[in-house]
């Protein structure tokens, strides 16, 4: 039998269709089935109450997770001048204008994130075919599109998450690591759920959060008791 079937049966034997477990409960449980050959991430998938037919209903934005994601993210900056400099002294590891956009026509995408000045989408509108299909385009609602490029580029090294629902009205993203503990997994959860909230459509009736799930990269899915998460 090889290592992925038996692992298949041991997660059948543990998590039972419709099943439902306390937020903590179910972090202990991913951490059983955890792999040993690389460190997992953990995800999460929220349903929310709205119609992602309506674009008034699109919930788009982003969240700061207290305790990060554990990821090591690249950030590219569209800007000039003093703002070029600020992007860099906040850790930026790409910063350009037209010099950088001619990089990412060439192949160059050695990044997770851009960020852009106000006045460099000129330039990045450019970009729209590259940077669109891989959700990289800079958006003002997620906090990408800003004067303050030093804030966003800090924002983006320690751990904010950007969403958007898809067409089934879910947004997914990274909660942490597979070896965080599980307070730190439930801070970034609350913390996610706390903005989820805020963003809100004001169309939208009756039940908002609808169905939680958590995941790791290789192991199942686990639908969370949301009464379990004291937000």
């Known amino acids: 039998m090889s290592n992925v079937t038996k692992k298949q049966k041991r997660i059948s034997e543990v998590v039972k269709p419709g099943q439902q477990y306390a937020a903590?409960?179910?972090?202990?449980?991913?951490k059983q089935f955890a792999s040993e050959k690389f460190l997992e991430s953990i995800d999460i998938s929220i349903n929310l109450g709205v119609d992602p037919r309506k674009s008034d209903q699109v919930v788009r934005s982003s969240t700061?997770?207290?305790?990060?994601?554990?990821?090591?993210?690249?950030?590219?900056?569209f800007a000039q001048g003093e703002n070029a400099t600020k992007a860099k002294e906040a850790g930026a590891d790409l910063v350009g204008f037209e010099d950088?956009?001619?990089?990412i026509k060439g192949g160059s995408l050695d990044f997770d994130v851009v960020i852009a000045t106000p006045?460099?989408?000129?330039?990045?509108?450019?970009l729209g075919q590259v940077l669109g299909p891989r959700g990289l385009m800079p958006n003002p609602k997620v906090g990408t599109v800003t004067p303050n490029v030093a804030e966003a580029v800090k924002n983006a090294k320690s751990g904010q998450v950007r969403y958007r629902t898809d067409k089934?009205?879910?947004?997914?993203?990274t909660v942490g690591k597979i070896n965080f503990s599980a307070q730190a997994i439930i801070e970034n959860i609350q913390a996610l759920i706390v903005d989820l909230r805020k963003a809100k459509p004001t169309s939208a009736k009756g039940q908002y959060l609808k169905k939680i799930s958590l995941s790791t990269t290789m192991g199942p899915g686990l639908a969370i008791d949301i009464s379990s998460l004291p937000v």
């Open 168 to 173: 089934n009205g879910i947004i997914h993203c």
């Open 24 to 30: 903590t409960d179910a972090i202990e449980v991913l």
């Open 100 to 103: 950088l956009a001619e990089q």
């Open 119 to 126: 006045d460099a989408m000129r330039i990045v509108g450019q």
């Open 64 to 77: 700061n997770l207290p305790n990060g994601t554990g990821k090591t993210v690249r950030v590219a900056v």
